[in-house]
């Protein structure tokens, strides 16, 4: 009886999110988080109705990128109310986390259903899109994230131009594969460095290795974004890169990367 229950308000919730897109990465610190951020912003700024919905319990860090350390996530009527970020709507779990060790007791719980409850006991109301900061990789807690979002219109992953992070990538697109998830795209982040003094792009890595990569495994490149000193800087004072530095050449780069799903 309380199984359906659950179902038909999971459903209801569903149901009222026009498009719902998974971030995923291979593995942690190629800029996930920072994408995740960057994509809700975009459309958000874009006029859309946005929700963020980050569940990466290895460092949810998307409280400190939109400067929402001190906010609390309000309950009423058995409904979690989302940060409201000027009309944008947050979830973290860095809302729920005391201390850094509680992220094993999250782990556990990814498990058991947490990502359902965030979304079928938060008052999301009518979004257009809803994008999900996954847990990387390719285990358990990320298979939780898809599968509660099962009619999710797909995945961007993220990758950087390294073989190493090439090889992670592959796994994530067999892992989309298997779970019927289509793959919207790949975003190839830390491509090439821009020179905060003169503006000039400089490689790092052998470049064009996402591209490659790509066509290869037969899914979109949804392109490129450099290292840019100004991201992490965007990052650690709390607002969206894209907002800050709206006028960059890079912030065109991360708009282009705005998918029209
Ligand atoms: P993940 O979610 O994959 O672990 P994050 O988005 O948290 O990665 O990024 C890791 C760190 O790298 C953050 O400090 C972020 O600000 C920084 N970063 C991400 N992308 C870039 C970039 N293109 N240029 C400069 N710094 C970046």
Redesign the pocket.
């Known amino acids: 009886e309380q199984e359906f229950e659950d179902r038909r308000r999971l459903a209801s919730r569903l149901c009222r999110i026009k498009h719902k897109i998974v971030v995923l990465?291979g593995?942690?610190?190629?800029?996930?988080?920072?994408?995740?951020?960057n994509l809700a912003m975009g459309l958000h700024l874009a006029g859309k109705k946005v929700g963020l919905l980050d569940v990466?319990i290895?460092?949810p860090?998307v409280p400190t990128?939109l400067g929402l350390e001190k906010s609390q996530v309000l309950e009423g009527n058995g409904e979690l109310v989302p940060v409201d970020l000027n009309g944008m709507k947050v979830i973290s779990l860095g809302f729920f986390l005391k201390e850094q060790d509680e992220a094993v007791i999250w782990r556990g719980a990814m498990k058991t259903g947490v990502i359902t409850q965030f979304i079928r006991d938060v008052a999301w109301g009518d979004l257009d899109y809803l994008i999900v900061?996954s847990p990387?990789g390719t285990g358990d807690e990320p298979l939780s994230v898809c599968q509660t979002l099962e009619d999710a219109d797909g995945a961007v992953i993220?990758t950087t131009p390294q073989k190493v992070a090439a090889v992670d990538v592959r796994k994530s697109i067999s892992f989309c594969r298997q779970i019927n998830l289509p793959v919207l795209g790949v975003i190839e982040?830390?491509n090439g460095f821009v020179c905060p003094k003169c503006g000039e792009l400089t490689a790092v890595f052998q470049s064009g290795g996402g591209k490659l990569m790509a066509d290869d495994m037969g899914v979109p490149f949804l392109g490129s974004?450099?290292?840019?000193?100004?991201?992490?800087e965007?990052?650690?004072s709390g607002v969206a890169f894209l907002q800050r530095y709206a006028d960059s050449t890079?912030a065109g780069l991360f708009q282009s990367l705005i998918i029209p799903v």
């Open positions: 990465s593995k942690g610190g190629v800029g996930k988080s920072t994408v995740a951020v990466d290895h460092g860090s990128m900061d990387p993220v982040n830390m974004v450099p290292i840019d000193p100004r991201i992490s965007a990052g650690d890079t």
